[in-house]
């Protein structure tokens, strides 16, 4: 990997400027890699080589953002300058909202297995080259398969909303701190004749910062630790070839996000008429 973040110390490089070259690893390295075993007979181990290759990939990425995240940063990557309009309404918490990731996979599953034959005809053209394992990955899945689904969703359905909460609490948290700190900062100051908003920058917002930012650092941590584990137990969960279908899928999703075009479309939409 070109990466090496392994490490337990703080990165010492600027996350966003992380973040571009792993999304051009991504975009330039990853995503051929998985598409040529793809749409090739590739071996089985190159296949599975591959497949570990991206999946070290996207987990090196949340391992660092957990190493950026600190009382100091945190306010920089819940909202993140580096993601552009078409990214943001897909985040949560900072990141991707770990219920597109299940969605991708049900897409995959419901596309291949819907009564059509007007599907069926179109999708066989589009198809033709690939090999017979890939064609037929999702098709019929197993019981098993779409247990452990609904076992992934179920954790994520429980652990999403206590996150919101959590964040919904530390932000009041901090709001209320910051008030009631802002009065007693402006009585001290009238009282010493000194303005209130140097008082306030030195008490009321960095005292309120000291715990509440913690915690928001917590959140985050914790937002990206399920993204991570959802991922894992995608891949761990599907066989060889479906592995590589969602991850193909899910690496062209986030380079889809640094198309220009699409983009700059998406941007002209966006203006109001």
Known sequence: MPFSFFSRKKPSRRFNDFYDDWS?????NCLPLLRQSLSSAASASVLSSNVDLVLRHLVLYYETLDLAADPNTIPYLLFPSWRNSLETPFLFLGDIHPYLLTNLLRSFIDRENQDSDEDDDKNSLDL????????????DPSDELVKRIDQIEC????????LMDRMRKAQRSFVARVSENW??????GKKKKLPAT???ASTSVDEAAKEEMEELVSIFVDANRLRKSVIMDIVGATSEHQAALFLEGLCQFL????DQVLLQDFEILALPN
């Open 198 to 200: 140097a008082v306030v």
């Open 255 to 258: 380079a889809g996000f640094k």
């Open 128 to 139: 033709m080259n690939q090999p017979l394992k890939m064609t037929t990955a999702w098709k």
């Open 183 to 188: 009065v007693l900062s402006y009585q001290l």
């Open 155 to 162: 954790t994520m359905r429980l652990m999403v909303p206590g």
């Open 24 to 28: 051009k690893t991504l975009t330039e």
